[in-house]
Structures are given as structure tokens and as C-alpha cells.
């Protein structure tokens, strides 16, 4: 049906249709509320249930060097917004929607690719959390790192206009 040029494996010559981009958006919605959502309360739990069953409720003291290590991870999980904002920028450039056909459209999978990176990206905040609940932080504390996560899903999902100008093409109004 839509046959790929020859120069570059991840272009295609001809726009998916409304149907196909309409699935195909909707599908980096929900892999991103997982990743960003779903993810980091199962990390939240499994924090708890780590520290309550084989810490046995039990965490290291948070001494001056240890608090160092929580601004720290906490500077990188902030510096995260930026950077995950600059490279949804540089991978995900819209086409012009002026008519004429554009010589490289994207794939859907080179795009949910892109997705899953800046996705992947967001939730590391959870993680870096994750980390510090275990060297002796505070359940607030790891709740704030999930929270940025939260926020960079935010700043990157796709709304329907931009997703859809990726291919350079238009939504259907219904």
C-alpha cells in the first residue's frame, strides 16, 4: 500500500491517512501515560514495599553528604525538562501543510520511536527518586521526582495538531 523510498528506510513517499494517524496518535498517548503515569506508582510501591518488608521500615540517616547527593539528583531531574524540550525539538521537526508533497515523510514507528525516547527520558526523574528513597530519603521526596516526571510528560505529549503536522497533514475536523 505505501511503499518506502529507496534512500532512507525511515521516510515513506505517501501520507498515512486520518485513520492510520488517528491510531498512530493515540497510541503514543497511551505508551506515554504508562511510561510516565502507570510506571512511576508501581516504582512508588515497590519503593514502600522494599523499605518495609526488607528494610523493615528502617531507612539510613540523611546526613549533610547524603543530602548533597538529593540536590544533586534533583538538579539533573530538573535539567531533564530542558533537555528532553530541546530533543523533542530536534526529532520531531512538522512538515509544511502547504499541498506539496514533501520528498521524506516519516514512518509512524520512526515517530513512536522518537516518542518512546523523550518518553523513556521523562520518567528517569522517577527513577532518580527511586534511588534517593533508598539512600535514606523521604517518601515526599520521592513523590517530587515522580511529580517531574509527571510535568516533562506534560511539556512532550503530542496534542492532535502537532502529531498530525509531523506528517504534514491536517486533523479531521468531526
Known amino acids: 500500500m505505501l511503499a518506502p523510498q529507496t534512500s532512507e528506510p525511515a521516510t515513506w513517499t505517501v501520507v498515512p491517512n486520518q485513520?492510520?494517524?488517528g491510531e498512530a496518535h493515540m497510541k503514543v498517548i497511551y505508551m506515554g501515560l504508562i511510561l510516565n503515569m502507570l510506571l512511576p506508582i508501581v516504582v512508588i510501591l515497590a519503593g514502600l514495599g522494599?523499605?518495609?518488608f526488607v528494610q523493615a521500615g528502617e531507612a539510613g540517616?540523611?546526613?549533610d553528604q547524603t543530602r548533597i547527593m538529593f540536590y544533586a539528583l534533583l538538579f539533573v531531574a530538573v535539567s531533564?525538562?530542558?533537555?528532553t524540550i530541546f530533543l523533542k525539538k530536534l526529532f520531531l521537526k512538522p512538515l509544511p501543510t502547504t499541498g506539496e508533497p514533501s520528498?521524506?515523510?516519516?514512518?509512524?514507528a520512526f515517530i513512536q520511536s522518537r516518542y518512546l525516547i523523550l518518553y523513556n527520558l521523562a520518567f528517569a526523574p522517577a527513577i532518580y527518586g527511586f534511588v534517593w528513597y533508598f539512600l535514606g530519603?523521604?517518601?515526599k521526596e520521592f513523590v517530587l521526582f515522580a511529580v517531574i516526571s509527571l510535568i516533562i510528560f506534560r511539556l512532550i505529549r503530542p496534542s492532535a495538531d502537532f502529531f498530525y503536522s509531523l506528517f504534514g497533514a491536517r486533523p479531521a475536523v468531526e
Do not use: M, Y
Open 19 to 21: 485513520t492510520q494517524l
Open 50 to 52: 522494599v523499605r518495609h
Open 61 to 63: 540517616p540523611v546526613t
Open 80 to 83: 531533564e525538562i530542558g533537555v
Open 103 to 108: 520528498e521524506s515523510i516519516p514512518t509512524i
Open 137 to 139: 530519603g523521604e517518601l
